[in-house]
């Protein structure tokens, strides 16, 4: 290779790039200027807002805070706890979506008759709306007449009293991160099923014949061969575990009881418009997005590498 | 892959078995809503449950339907994700195509760029959008409901039709080009006539995302009939009661033009998520 | 290298870019605002008769009522377009969780409505916000509509020395009792004492199959008509602090009754979250007492056709005398309106007595005293109106919002055991100074 332009030769060279780009930047024009519009500018003026005491109604009567809102939240109890929750949330959530979604791909990978009729059921929760989808499971999960403490105590008499899921900080966990992963699998299971698709049969038939079981072959041939899609899932179904949002808003009424059962973005909407404290939900919101930033840039990073050998 | 060229019958045996478990998982949940939704509201908080109802009763879809302009909404929303996945359809992959086959100065960072939009909750974006919504004059219309959601749904999209793009041989679009055809000609000629997996899979994904999108609609559309189905659903909730059974009668609705929007693209889709992005 | 360097400069150029656009940005949209006022002021010189513009003109009004009062609605609209035949009502219907959201959010955006129908107890918070118009300075002929109104209804609408808003329809809540389980149990008629209350919310207790009394929730509008009726107070009436009223002896005792009620078994553990509602639950002969308003009658109508509602006065306190909570709504005209003059005639509009009696078929109770007795008027509101004589109305300030949140923790904290009902009361009063404080 030649040498390497210094920065003045390559700033100095810009111009004419450019020039001879324009259809590229014809192409990529309407695209960015919707970017541009819609993303960058709100992000840029949420970040604004945060560092002042926002009046929404009568902007300029707003007062400048600096970082108090950031060191308000980071001081607050009810801000550790919802960030706890997400966290906790995501940790449950995305392996176990990851593993069922696996099974359910490689079955669904089978010679079996019907292929149509099970893809489409195992999608059904993808694609009903996070709204209807939490509205069920609050229904299931009713502590005087759902259907979960019917079967747990008429049915299969585990427990002698109804189990009052929502009333309970900690059990409240139980249905939402139930209907999170229940609303996942499907999404990763069609995912993982073209990847497996792609993996050519001659791969397998050669591990076979070497005599390698099932199970080593899986562990061998399959999973290697599928880390790009896993880590592509990873790094995806982090950030929705990480926006958990209406299930949580719906099922415990915005962090009842006692506030203890927010997520992130519950909270952000309770600041922002229950508390009219808009200046804090920018804050709140800031805080998110560049935590999802770096840990999905941290996953691409980490793993990245090993794929490639 | 599994059983290869082998069948015996225990592992066919085992592979339905399990897919059946896990499908009974799946669906009871929808089974109780389709139940709930055939019975009168003094049966919704019947103890013990019955999951087939004893009095069948079709009133919950009469009334959710006949309620406050229903089919309005049905349409409207309709109309709006048919705008919402075409605009997108042509602008995502637009972009695409620069990022995949064009190079220019910043080609990479704006890459990225594009992958942070993922990132931001779009929750936390509908006041300043709003701002911008009203400034261009698009406030209660459609337009301005399907400007977000194309704006919200691009980055996404984007990645996942560069990753396909990449995967279509360059010489063929050589071939185009020695014989005078411009970067236009080879992408709507060649790349998008060979894109249709990858389109199928946008088409899905952009359609679901416009259909039940809540907060947006919420803020944007004033007008009453010009609102959207999410809202509709949301309505029937009441502040002092929550009338299950219509709530699922229209919840069923709203679900019948996804599944099928599903149905009718699950193998295009598959294969196209097969030789998207999604691979790395 | 290249990669990093290209990276930070569009990065940085990208944000620095927004970044200005973002300072350009609220700055245009509310300039328009601080003309409006002063056109208002000008105008009342002329006789009462409206509407100055020959043009027609459109003034919006949002809302979160029910099917049923929207039907009645319309036709008061109806009979206000045939007098205003230059003025236009558009009215809008939000979904009630979503509806301070989306009012902000168009608030925000400059796109907010002339007229809302606002909760009663958020109107301190938009005035505090500078969103409201202040009708009594507004309007010439506010005190003689005002003097005509429910006094309680009225002062939810004042805020620092005005007021505004006036009261479009006001509501209470009474005690419903299931007849039949009452008739099964051999009492013939519903408890008149608090005492009473007690013993039979006790004796219609059966295990998980039948609670005596249930309640909606933990939040403060669940126990405020007990808490009312038994002397209870939140803050003095200067609004300067809750020590010693919040958690005054009246106040422990009335939360005191209720949490035994409930490790009593005698009030159903639905109002920690997650169970079946009392309005579903009372019904379906789960729960024998509730506590809630008039719309149940409609309500009850749609969707248990076949039960029979029935109403009673809150049962007394220690010292003989019932009470209950205000609830209701106010008709506001937002600053930003540029239609003022023709919001402020649709607003009294909704003051007269057609209007008033239009929506009282649907079961919305007027703010007008001089309906009261009209023969038009549904039975069933006679328990209520009775009621309003009494009830008070929740502290209207801002922060109301927060004192609720702050009362609410309290009520659960007591019911879980984590503390006594004085010590969360205590807490409660603390947090409530520290919010007046502010």
Partial sequence: MKARPSLMERCLAVPSRIYRARTAYLFLLPGLVLFVLFLIYPMAYSLRISFYDWNVIKPLKSEFVGLDNYKALLADPIFRRAVLNTLAYTAITVPAQMILALAVAILLDQRIRGKTFFRVAYYLPVITSWVIVTLIFEYLFNSQAGLINYLLRDLLGLVGEPIRWLADPILTMVPINLLGIWKGVGWSAIILLAALQAIPAELLEAAAIDGADPWRRLQHVTLPLLRPTLVFLLVVLVIGGLNLYISVLLMTNGGQPLDLTHSVLTLMYKETFDRLNFGGGAAISYLLTAFVFVVSLVQIRLLRQRVEQ | ?280 | MKRKEWTVVMMSSLLIVGLVLASCGPTPTSAPEPTAPSQAVEEPTKAPSPTEAPAKETVTYWHTMSDAEVEAMEEVIAMFEAEHPNIQVEMTRYAYDDFKSALLTSLAGGEGPDTARLDIIWVPEFAELEALVALDEAMPDFDQIAANTFPGPLATNHWQGHYYGLPQDTNTQVLLWNKDLFDAAGISAPPATMEEFAEVACTLSKGEEQYGYAMGGTYFWAPAPIFYSMGGKVVDDGITTADGFINGPESVAAFQMLTDLYNDGCLSPNLLGGGIGTADGHATGLYAMIVDGPWMVDIYKADYPDFEVNFAPIPTGPDGTTSSVVGGENIVVFDGSEHQEAAMEWTRFLLTEEAQLKMAERGVIPVLSTVIGDPSLPDYFGVFLEQLKTAQARVPHPKWGDMDGAINNAYQRMLRGEQTVQEALDQAAQEINALLAE
């Fill in chain 2, 1 to 280: 892959m599994f059983l290869s060229t082998e069948r015996s019958w225990v592992q066919q045996a085992v592979v339905y078995g399990l897919l059946i478990m896990g499908l009974v998982i799946v669906v009871v949940p929808f089974l109780l809503m389709i139940s709930t939704s055939l019975k009168p509201q003094q049966y919704t908080f019947e103890y013990p449950p019955r999951l087939i109802p004893s009095e069948v009763s079709f009133t919950n879809y009469v009334q959710a339907m006949g309620k406050d302009l229903f089919f309005r909404y049905f349409l409207n929303s309709l109309l709006v994700a048919v705008l919402t996945t075409a605009t997108t359809l042509l602008i995502s992959s637009m972009l695409a195509y620069a990022f995949a086959r064009l190079d220019f100065p910043g080609k990479e960072p704006l890459f990225y760029l594009f992958l942070v939009g993922m990132m931001i909750p779009p929750v936390t974006l509908i006041i300043p959008q709003f701002l911008v919504v009203k400034a261009l004059k698009l406030y209660d219309s459609y337009a301005g409901l399907v400007i977000v959601y194309v704006a919200m749904s691009l980055a996404m999209q984007t990645f996942l039709l560069r990753g396909f793009f990449e995967g279509i041989p360059g010489e063929l679009e050589d071939a185009v080009r020695i014989d005078g055809g411009s970067p236009w000609t080879i992408f709507w000629r060649l790349i998008l006539p060979l894109s249709r997996p990858g389109l199928a899979t946008v088409t899905i994904f952009t359609f679901l995302y416009s259909w039940d999108e809540f907060p947006w609609a919420h803020v944007a559309i004033k007008e009453t009939t010009r609102r959207t189905l999410p809202i509709a659903i949301a309505l029937f909730q009441n502040q002092h009661l929550t009338q299950w059974g219509q709530v699922f009668a229209a919840s069923i609705v709203a679900l019948l033009p996804v599944v099928l929007v599903f149905a009718l693209f699950q193998r295009h889709f598959i294969r196209g998520i097969a030789t998207t992005g999604m691979k790395g």
